[in-house]
């Protein structure tokens, strides 16, 4: 097979990621931790995400088929940072409709309660003050799965969950960094030494 010359290598660092957040508006900061855990895309698929596609009791986040990239449903357990994360926006969506006086279906609104469509320039220039100028919001999906396979998650697990379909996508994101190849040593140092026993 031909080696692929197209793969990008950026991620965030957790430190790095919270220090542009801090750097974003209040309204958009649940909206990165949420591209930041689930991997998924940040204008298609976050800030369309509405209320009918979260099931707190259940557990879990869906999106419907007609809103991925690959056209196939997709389904994320609510880990308790995420979860967190859904329970404040209920309450931020609550005091909205009350001010408002409007019915907000949307997960992530704006203060006005208007959808989020596009916040280039404001994300550009939290990158910029925080360090890690020319960072993408794409790079959260090669984060999300960097983070799953640290995690442990199965391989085809971790596909289902950020929404890649073929092996060779995924691996496209599956970047080993520096921490893995170490962890992965130290398991290798703690199996030559169960060998020499």
Not at 82 to 108: G, H, N, S
Request: with cysteine; glycine share 8%.
């Amino acid at each position: 097979m031909l080696a692929e010359h197209n793969r990008r290598t950026g991620f965030f660092e957790r430190p790095q990621f919270e220090s542009v957040r801090s750097h974003l508006a209040p309204h958009l900061r649940p909206v990165v931790t949420f591209a930041y855990i689930t991997g998924w895309r940040v204008r298609s698929e976050v800030v369309a995400l509405g209320w009918r596609h979260v099931d707190l009791a259940g557990g879990e986040v869906r999106l419907d088929p007609d809103m991925t990239k690959n056209r196939e449903g997709r389904v994320f357990p609510l880990p308790p940072e995420l979860r967190a994360l859904l329970v404040a926006q209920v309450a931020a969506r609550d005091e909205i409709q009350r001010r408002t006086k409007q019915i907000i279906p949307w997960v992530f609104v704006r203060p006005s309660g208007k959808v989020i469509k596009s916040f280039y320039k404001r994300w550009k220039a939290a990158c910029q003050a925080a360090g890690v100028p020319g960072r993408i919001l794409h790079d959260f999906r090669r984060t999300a799965v960097r983070n799953l396979e640290r995690a442990g998650v199965p391989r085809s697990t971790a596909m289902a969950m950020v929404g890649h379909r073929t092996e060779a996508i995924y691996r496209r994101y599956a970047i080993v960094d520096e921490v893995m190849l170490r962890e992965a040593g130290e398991k290798l140092a703690a199996a030559s030494m169960g060998g020499t026993r």
